[in-house]
C-alpha cells in the first residue's frame, strides 16, 4: 500500500516537474518573440528618422542671400541637384530629414535681385530646366501646390514677427514686349503675393490702375498697383499647412489646407493676360533689420501646366 502510495506522489511530482519545464520555455519562448517584436519595433522606428523631401527640382532654379554684395547666388539644374552637398548652398536650402522636408534659411543681405532691397532663398520655376525664357501665360493655365510650414522667424522690435512671401506668381517680359517699350531686361510685375504673415495667410495681387490703358501702356510696371490684400480666416501659425494655386484664362483661386478658398476673377485677371508668368516658392523674407533670420520648410512642391 506504501508502495503504490509512494509511486503516485512520485508520479504527480513529475507530472508537477514536466508543468513547470514547459511552462519555462513557453515564457522564455514568449520573451524572445517580445524581443524580437521590440527589435523590429525599433528598427522601423530607426528607418522612419530619415526622411526626404518630395520635391523634384528638375524645373527649379534657386536664388539665395549669398552672393558677390552685387549679384545673389543662383543654383540651376543640374548643379542644384547636389544642394544637399554643396558648401556654397547649404546654409540656404538643405534637408531637414527628421521631418522630411527642404529648409529655405534667408537673413538681411547686400546681395539682392533687382527692383527689390529683400534677400530670398526662394526656388524660380523653369518650364524648361536651367533655361529661363520660356514661361507660361493664363491662357495656358498652371497650378502649383506645396506642403508647408514657417520653421523660426525672428521678430521686430515691437516683439511682432517679420513677415515672408512663401509663394509667387511673377509676371516676366517677351523680348519683344521688352524691346517695344526701351526696357533692359525682362521684369514685369508679381501678380501673385503669399505671405506668411504674423501666423495668417495674407495674398496681395495686382490691379490694373487705368483700365482703358493701350496694350503698350499696360506693359509698364507703374501701369499696375497692389490690391488691398485678403486674410484667410485661418491661423496656420507653426503647423504644417498645404497651399494652392490654380491659374486659368481670366481666373486665379488659392486655396488653403483644401477647405478655404479665394477666387479671384475680374478684368484685372484678364487683362494681366498679356504677360508671361513663372511660379515662385521658398522663402522671401520682408525685413531689412539687423540680425533678422527665417527658415521655411517645405515638404513637397509640384507644379503642373
Given at each position: 500500500m506504501r508502495l503504490k502510495l509512494?509511486?503516485?506522489?512520485?508520479?504527480v511530482l513529475i507530472s508537477v516537474f514536466s508543468a513547470n519545464c514547459q511552462?519555462?520555455?513557453?515564457?522564455e519562448n514568449n520573451s524572445?518573440?517580445?524581443?524580437?517584436?521590440?527589435?523590429?519595433?525599433k528598427k522601423k522606428k530607426k528607418k522612419k528618422k530619415f526622411k526626404l523631401p518630395d520635391i523634384d527640382l528638375t524645373h527649379w532654379k534657386v536664388t539665395t542671400p549669398?552672393?558677390?554684395?552685387?549679384?545673389?547666388q543662383e543654383v540651376s539644374p543640374p548643379e542644384i541637384f547636389d544642394y544637399a552637398t554643396?558648401?556654397?548652398?547649404?546654409?540656404?536650402m538643405y534637408n531637414d530629414s527628421t521631418r522630411g522636408a527642404i529648409v529655405f534659411s534667408a537673413y538681411p543681405s547686400k546681395a539682392t535681385t533687382k527692383n527689390t532691397k529683400y534677400s530670398r532663398s526662394e526656388l524660380r520655376e523653369q518650364m524648361v530646366s536651367g533655361e529661363n525664357n520660356v514661361n507660361w501665360t493664363f491662357k495656358q493655365g498652371g497650378k502649383m501646390k506645396g506642403k508647408l510650414a514657417i520653421d523660426e522667424v525672428s521678430r521686430d522690435k515691437d516683439g511682432k514677427y517679420h513677415r515672408i512671401i512663401i509663394m509667387q506668381i511673377h509676371g516676366?517680359?517677351?523680348?519683344?514686349?521688352?524691346?517695344?517699350?526701351?526696357?533692359?531686361?525682362?521684369?514685369?510685375?508679381?501678380?501673385?503675393?503669399?505671405y506668411w504673415d504674423k501666423g495668417k495667410i495674407r495674398v496681395k495681387t495686382k490691379?490694373?490702375?487705368?483700365?482703358?490703358?493701350?496694350?503698350?501702356?499696360?506693359?509698364?510696371?507703374?501701369?499696375?498697383?497692389?490690391?488691398?490684400?485678403?486674410?484667410f480666416e485661418q491661423k496656420v501659425d507653426f503647423r504644417k499647412f498645404t497651399l494652392e494655386v490654380q491659374v486659368s484664362e481670366g481666373k486665379m483661386v488659392i486655396i488653403l489646407n483644401d477647405?478655404?478658398?479665394?477666387?479671384?476673377?475680374?478684368?484685372?485677371?484678364?487683362?494681366?493676360?498679356?504677360f508671361e508668368n513663372y511660379f515662385k516658392a521658398g522663402n522671401y523674407f520682408q525685413t531689412r533689420d539687423e540680425g533678422a533670420f527665417a527658415k521655411v520648410r517645405y515638404y513637397e512642391l509640384e507644379v503642373s501646366h
Open positions: 509512494n509511486i503516485t506522489i512520485l508520479l511552462v519555462t520555455k513557453t515564457s524572445v518573440e517580445v524581443s524580437s517584436k521590440k527589435k523590429k519595433k549669398a552672393g558677390d554684395g552685387k549679384k545673389p554643396n558648401k556654397d548652398l547649404m546654409p540656404y516676366r517680359l517677351t523680348n519683344e514686349q521688352k524691346e517695344l517699350i526701351g526696357e533692359d531686361d525682362n521684369n514685369a510685375p508679381p501678380m501673385l503675393k503669399i490691379v490694373l490702375k487705368n483700365l482703358n490703358a493701350t496694350y503698350e501702356e499696360m506693359l509698364h510696371e507703374d501701369a499696375w498697383g497692389n490690391d488691398e490684400g485678403f486674410n477647405n478655404e478658398y479665394k477666387v479671384y476673377e475680374n478684368i484685372h485677371m484678364r487683362k494681366w493676360g498679356i
